[in-house]
Every structure is written in C-alpha cells, then in structure tokens.
C-alpha cells in the first residue's frame, strides 16, 4: 500500500542531492518548511519530508501545549495499542531538523500570510474539530450531546472538563453507528474496574462510577448490511463483560439470504451479527446486566422532551439501492442521554484559505491548495502557477474531509508529502531566499523539551493511581511544567 505514494527512487536521489543557493552569498539555502498541526497527519508529512528532502528544516506549530491531535484526545483509552504510533512520532520530533512549537495556534497568534512569507513552503494539517449537527427540532435541549464533547470529555481535551455528561439516567442513544459511537457505548457500558487501567481522566471515571445507565442504543439510518461499525469494534461489544447485546429482529429481514453474495470483509460482520442475533435469548427474559442495542433503519427528526431531552421520535425508513428512504411510519424511543455521532467537520481558521464550507475541508487536488476561486472540480487549467496557491498544501482530515483511520491518514500525508518534496526539486517552490520562520519573540510557545515535561509529570500522577498516565487537562498548569522545562 505504501509503495503507491513513494515517489520513484530516482526522484528521491535528486531532491536528496538538490542543494539550493543563495545567489549573492553562494551559501545553501535549506528549504524551511512549517506543519500546522501536530496530529498524525502532521506527523507522517514530517516523517516523509525528513526522509526524502535531507537538507530541510521544519517547523511543526500546534495550537494545545501537547502533541498527537486525536491520538491523543480521541482515540479510545481502553485502545492503548493504537496509541503505539506516538513512538514514532516522537522519533520524527526528535529528529534534530524538526521543532514542536505548541501552544501557538494558527488564525489567533499568528495568520496565514505570516506563515507564507516565513516558511518556503507551509502545510495544513489541522485536522476536523466540529462536528455535525442533525439541524431537527429540540436539538438545544438539555442533555444532547455530541460524541466530540464526550470523547474530549473523557479523553481531556482541555475545555471539557467542565462538561459533567448526566449519567443518572438509564438510557444513553447514540444517533451513528460509526466507530466513534461504538468507542463511546464501550465506554459507557465497560466496567469502572477495567477502565482504571486506562488513561481516562480520573474525573470521567468518577462520573463513570456513578453511572446509572444500563441500555445503550446505537440507532443507524441504513440496515445490518451498511452498519458503518468494523468486525473488531463488534467483536469487543460482543464480548464485553456484564453486558448483553441485543439486536431487534425484525432489522435482519432478508439479512442472511444475501450472505453468501457479500464481499469478504461484509460477509465476516454480517455472519457475526446473524450468529449473535440467532444466540439472543427471547425478548421475555431480560438481559443480565448492561445492555447494547443496536437499532436500523432509523432516522432521528423530533427530540422530545420539555427541559431536557425524554425520547427521539424516528421515521422509519426503507433502503432504496442501498439508500435509506424514509416511509409514512414514525417510531419514538425514550432516552435519557442522547450523542450525536454523526460526523467531525473541519472549519476555517483563517480567511486567507480556499476553504470548502460544505464539505468542509481545505479546496485542494491531491494535497496542494487551489487558488482561491477554484474548487476541487475545477480541473481545466493547466499552469500550476495559475491553479495552485505556491508552496501551500493541505493533509490529513482537513483536506480529505474526516474519514478513515490513522492508516488512511498516514497514505495521504505520505503522498502530499511526496509532492512537496517534488515541487522543491523541480523549483515550483522557488527558493528565491533564506526565510526566518516563525516570529517567536514574545510568543509563550512550548517546545518538544516542555512536552516532555508535561509527559513525565502525567506518567508520574497516574503511576500513582496505577495507571499509565493522568492527563492534565489545564492549560496553565501545561505551560508552568512546561516553562521549567530546559531547552
Ligand atoms: C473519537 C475518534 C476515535 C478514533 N479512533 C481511532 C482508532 O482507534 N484507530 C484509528 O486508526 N483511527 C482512529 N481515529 C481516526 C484518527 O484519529 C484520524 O485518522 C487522525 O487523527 C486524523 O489526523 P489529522 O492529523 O488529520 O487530525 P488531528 O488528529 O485532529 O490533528 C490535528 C491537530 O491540529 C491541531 N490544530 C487544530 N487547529 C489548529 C490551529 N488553528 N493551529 C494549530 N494547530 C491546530 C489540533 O490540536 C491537533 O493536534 C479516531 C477518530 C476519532 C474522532
């Protein structure tokens, strides 16, 4: 998979050798380039760059005092292993051509333009941090959430700590059946005993622990044969201990008949639900314990309730070519708690960037950023000068939309990488020029050495608690560990 976006050997030999000069002082000039973003994308684009493009140096700027983006804030505390990637993003951190600017955010301490008259070359990658909304009556009402807040609320985001989610109901609906909602039903429905292990806040454990839910809905608009969820996600619900998964059957109409027909990877899921389903024990007898229901065929247009949220009226719907189709027929279904979970979106954090407010994502072809009155179809022109905004590119989730795991994330930034290293090489990045980088006289940023600070100060507090770390979640408290941090 990765060979698809390596470029040839032969182009890597010449950017490698390419050595750039100043003209009055013959002295090489190094191609100085600057990372918005410290997720994952911003990660593997330094990763690819160092590799290929030897005499660069990089700038990688984060607006939180602390690295890894959604590695860090989003993916699950009871999925360590996934966190593994921060290895190498530290190897890449470490590497002495790269710094970590934190806590300087782009579009409040300094601008785009700034950026661009600093750096020979700047990219994007500062991922998708809203999330959608369902725009149906009573959305404002009292305990509808998103799974964003959530997931930043157990995973420390700073500014959600405060977030409190009322756990004293029974019920929780999650409105998706993605990853990211099964992620928070896990969550919800996991023993207290087992997330101690993780990294979960200690505040979001002690909410946890006096949890009163004990059914979780996963509502999707489709049917068992499009559930957004992966087999490995299923599996964990499935065997989760102290919970039961209950599916209702009548969603699995027709299900089995067309198994035999389905690509592997949906025949594998679509065999597990329809073993779990036919396990099931009769609707009479109650499950023991938690309850994960997943419900299809769903599509929330009413939250009911006067105050705070008390059920979700539903129309039912219908597949039409794989597509949901709504029917005369309404379902309400009362809840307690209710996440939407339907999708992250990127915004614009500066005017001076071509920005797709509908898809929301970066206007770009392939990773390199349209001139701003072009969109992603416009491909009629063909001067890059007149297409391309130079030395300006997008990675990650901010120019892909947010879809797709690290890996997919780490495909596109390998091969927006790539292109960068190719403009250098064949001077479509001009190096008229030595830049200065970042202005950082009076900037309070973070450096990697106050990072590491902030990392030992977690370890320490959590190998208290026994586990791997507690996060600190005050920015303030961040930027003291980090100011007595030596550079
Ligand atoms: C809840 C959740 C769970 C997930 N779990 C998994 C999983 O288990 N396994 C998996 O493979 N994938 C998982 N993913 C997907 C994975 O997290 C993404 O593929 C990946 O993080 C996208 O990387 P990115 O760098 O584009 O964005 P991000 O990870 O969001 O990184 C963007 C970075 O930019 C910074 N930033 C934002 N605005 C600015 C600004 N104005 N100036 C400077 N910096 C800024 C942010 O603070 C952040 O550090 C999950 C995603 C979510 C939402």
Redesign the pocket.
């Known amino acids: 998979m990765l060979r698809k976006v390596l470029p040839t050997s032969s182009a890597v030999k010449v950017a490698r050798k390419c050595v750039f000069r100043n003209a009055s002082t013959a002295a090489p000039i190094r191609p100085r380039i600057c990372i918005?973003?410290?997720?994952?994308?911003?990660f593997y684009t330094a990763q690819y760059i160092l590799k290929h493009l030897d005499n660069s140096d990089i700038d990688i700027?984060?607006?939180?005092p602390v690295?890894?983006?959604?590695?860090r804030?989003?993916?699950?505390p009871d999925?360590p292993e996934?966190k593994n990637v921060i290895n190498t993003f530290t190897k890449t951190a470490e590497n002495p051509r790269v710094r970590f600017l934190g806590n300087?955010?782009?579009?409040?301490d300094f601008t785009l333009e700034e950026l661009r008259e600093r750096y020979h070359a700047v990219l994007l990658?500062?991922?998708?941090?809203q999330d959608n909304t369902l725009n149906i009556p009573n959305e404002n009402l009292q305990n509808v959430l998103s799974?964003?807040e959530f997931?930043a609320w157990y995973n420390g985001l700073p500014g959600f700590e405060n977030l409190n989610p009322d756990l004293s109901g029974k019920s929780l609906t999650l409105l998706g059946q993605g990853?990211?909602a099964v992620?928070v039903a896990r969550i919800v429905l996991s023993s207290v005993d087992d997330l101690k292990k993780t990294d979960i806040t200690e505040y979001a454990l002690e909410t946890l622990s006096r949890s009163r839910i004990d059914t979780v809905h996963l509502v999707g608009r489709r049917g068992p044969l499009q559930a957004a969820f992966t087999i490995k996600e299923l599996r964990e619900m499935l065997k989760l201990s102290s919970c039961t998964t209950r599916w209702r059957g009548d969603d699995f109409d027709h299900v089995e008949e067309s198994i035999p027909n389905l690509p592997r990877p949906r025949k594998r899921i679509t065999e597990l639900m329809v073993k779990s389903l036919a396990e099931q024990a009769p609707n009479n007898v109650p499950p023991a314990g938690r309850c994960f229901q997943p419900i299809f065929f769903r599509s929330p247009v009413n939250f009911v309730g006067s105050g705070k949220v008390e059920a979700v009226e539903y129309v039912v719907n219908r597949l039409a070519d794989g597509r949901a189709v709504p029917t005369e027929q309404r379902e309400t279904i009362a809840t307690d708690l209710v996440c939407r979970s339907i999708g992250?979106r990127a915004v614009s954090?500066d005017n001076h960037i071509n920005f797709d407010a509908r898809k929301g994502c970066v206007n770009n072809a392939g990773g390199r950023v349209l001139k701003r009155n072009l969109t992603g179809s416009d491909q009629t022109i063909d001067d890059i000068e007149d297409k391309y905004e130079a030395g300006l590119y997008a990675?990650?989730?901010?120019a892909t939309g947010?879809t797709?795991?690290?890996?997919?994330?780490m495909n596109n930034?390998f091969g927006v990488a790539d292109l960068v290293c190719r403009d250098f090489n064949s001077n479509t990045i001009r190096l008229n020029g030595s830049r200065p980088g970042l202005e950082l006289a009076g900037r309070p940023y973070v450096s990697w050495n106050g990072w590491k600070a902030i990392d030992s100060e977690e370890v320490r507090l959590g190998q208290a608690q026994g586990k791997p770390r507690e996060k600190l979640t005050r920015i303030e408290t961040m930027l003291q560990i980090a100011s007595n941090a030596s550079d």
């Open positions: 918005v973003g410290a997720g994952p994308a911003g700027v984060e607006k939180l690295p890894f983006g959604l590695v804030f989003g993916v699950a999925h996934v300087l955010c782009l579009g409040k990658t500062y991922g998708a941090e799974a964003r997931v990853n990211v992620d992250y954090v990675s990650g989730w901010l947010p797709g795991v690290i890996l997919t994330t930034s």
